[in-house]
């Protein structure tokens, strides 16, 4: 693949970095976790008026017909500045699979709203004890529509979204995709706290009607429709790590120039420069295999096996750098007057919502012993 960039993208990423920067500064974050809102509606209104909020979907319904790469860069600069803002979910885990595989009806009905930042979209992929692609929740006919019951868990933004994307089990073993709206009869959520602060919900559904024109797709293509919101959401997740991540390292490069010990910088000494070294590699790491993941999502190529490599780094590599941030500023790092605390919990929240290290890596060896020699 070729990592660089084109000029429309670096554009893209520079303005994401512009907005992000200049609205939501140290400050500005403290403000806004004082506030108790959910999330900055003045920024998102500022990504949405300059384009970053719909740049990824189709022009005919105001977007910009960029791609996922496009949003993916966005992402980085949220993970970079640890925005509060429905990005992923509203973007990623909403606009992109009804762009993809909803009807002309619901996508001139949704994503003009999603575009312009009126409407919040989100998707319910998580329930205990099950995968997204194996759902408990349950549909049934009720004539030419649909009636769900179930539970789902950890549903991003679900307080603040119009509508949720929701997979849901049809008979004993076909699943289909659902969009529910989120002020129906029997439609009920809690809010949830959350390692990060953004905020999150559980769903709770009890017999509620849904459309026949609210099903993505239809049943039978439902579980890959679930495989390909899956992989772009674990892609996106990747990308908005390298952000983080970097960020990390930048607070702590500039940190260890300027503490001193013994009359010298730590950054001269050996030892903090060999951990922030390591730290500096398993960024690129993440970068590296994040990039490869979202641009072969983004050519339309097979990319099982790269978007797993890349949640790996990400639940492992970022852990790495994030601890080694906070060991080389010592007390500094949990002080919540400095910035690095919020790097610290987003890359823990990363980590747990990608299923950390170890299940990564598990998922990811079972996927190489299924290919044949």
């Known amino acids: 693949m070729d990592f660089s960039f084109d000029e429309e993208q670096l554009a893209v990423s520079e303005l994401a970095q512009q907005i992000l920067e200049g609205q939501l500064g140290h400050d500005a974050l403290k403000e806004h976790a004082a506030s108790g809102e959910p999330f900055p509606a003045r920024v998102w209104d500022e990504l949405a008026k300059a384009g970053l909020v719909g740049i990824a979907l189709p022009t005919e319904f105001g977007g910009a017909g960029l791609g996922f790469t496009s949003a993916c860069l966005v992402l980085e600069q949220v993970g970079r500045t640890t925005a509060p803002v429905p990005y992923l979910a509203s973007v990623v885990l909403g606009g992109l699979p009804v762009a993809e595989f909803g009807s002309d009806a619901l996508k001139a009905d949704l994503l003009p709203g999603v575009a312009d930042g009126s409407t919040v979209l989100t ?64 439609v009920s959520q809690e809010a949830l706290d959350t390692t990060s602060g953004l905020p999150e919900s559980v769903l709770e559904l009890s017999d ?12 039978d293509d439902g579980g890959a429709i679930v ?18 991540c970097a960020e990390a390292l930048h607070l702590t490069a500039e940190y260890t120039k300027t503490r001193e010990q013994f009359d010298r910088p730590i950054a001269t000494f050996q030892a903090v420069g060999q951990r922030a070294a390591d730290a500096f590699i398993d960024t690129e790491a993440v970068r590296l295999t994040a990039w490869q993941a979202v641009w072969r999502l983004s050519e339309g190529l097979p990319a099982a096996e790269q978007v797993a490599v890349a949640k790996f780094w990400t639940a492992e590599g970022g852990q790495r750098v994030v601890h080694a941030a906070q060991h080389l500023h010592g007390g500094m790092g949990v002080d919540r007057d400095y910035p690095l605390h919020r790097y610290f919990l987003w890359a823990k929240q990363l980590e747990l919502g990608l299923g950390g290290g170890t299940r990564s890596l598990l998922d990811l060896g079972a996927r190489i012993a299924e290919e044949p020699v």
Do not use: N
Request: aromatic content about 4%; charged content about 20%; proline content about 4%.
């Open 227 to 244: 495989d390909w919101i899956v992989q772009r959401a674990t892609a996106a997740m990747c990308a908005t790590a390298i952000g983080v």
């Open 123 to 186: 998707a319910a992929l998580h329930e205990e004890g099950t995968t997204p692609s194996r759902p408990l929740v349950e549909a049934r006919h009720d004539g030419d529509d649909w009636r769900l019951s179930g539970t789902k868990s950890m549903v991003p933004f679900g307080l603040q979204a119009q509508r949720v994307l929701v997979p849901a089990r049809v008979g004993e073993d076909e699943v289909a995709v659902f969009v529910i709206r989120t002020d129906a009869d029997g």
């Open 208 to 219: 509620v009607h849904v459309a026949s024109g609210d099903l993505l797709g239809t049943v």
